[in-house]
């Protein structure tokens, strides 16, 4: 069960006020799937394909695998919204569709994706602390289009400031183009921006290589999430969760040099 954003921080997240706490950085970008949510192996996203794969009679294993292989063009918008994208890649695997056929396969993708959108136990407080300690958040995630029209009904929606969706930008991570949009969204300069991802995308070297200071969230469920082009060889810093998060935050005051002495520690 997702915790109560209004309640109060637990007892793993100090009450360190804003004004008293050192912050060396002015914000936090932070992915979504695998790092706010929890990680989804391959065998529920095949059985996310097959729930949009049956209304156009295809088999489950050809639709992951047209799936799979459109990732990058569905992730910047270039098939254009969901029912043009299902025209498009029924048309690859040699078919043409109704638009019934059509209708039902979408709203079963919209179905299916909307059910991995579970967040991790500590996500919701854990943006409530970092908040609360006067940090402006933003949302930087490599998605197709179910992301961005269930975003506003979401419950860790209000805790960000600005959002970057890639479908609807046009560019993707590893792109500098990408965290340079999130960092002018918020005001701020990539160096004063802390980044918070579970390595997809190569997200953590793009992120370093604008000037923002990367982190991976390598979850105890991280080895089982099946992610686009993931930094499996990252040797930088990281954390277990959000709440290991906010410890450091508060223990140390959060700068580049103090986290990667918390990740030697942590060797």
Known sequence: MEPDP???PGPAFSTASSAAFPAAFAAVVIDFFGTLTTSAPDDLWLRAAAASAEPLGLPAGQWRDVL???FVERATGALG???ETF???ARRCGIEPS???LARACAARVKAQNALFVFRDDAAAGLAAL???????GLLSDCTSELPAAWPGLAVAPYFDTVAFSCAEGVK???PAFFRLVCDRLAVAPG???YVGDGGSRELSGAAAVGMTPVMLRADDWHHNSAHDREDDWTGPEIGSFTELIRVIDTAGLSARSLLAHHQDRD
């Open 6 to 8: 209004s309640a109060e």
């Open 68 to 70: 799979s292989a459109s």
């Open 81 to 83: 919204d969901l029912t």
């Open 87 to 89: 025209r498009v890649l």
């Open 99 to 101: 638009e019934a056929a």
């Open 131 to 137: 908040k609360s300690r006067g940090y402006r958040l």
């Open 173 to 175: 991570k590893p792109d």
């Open 192 to 194: 004063d921006c802390l």
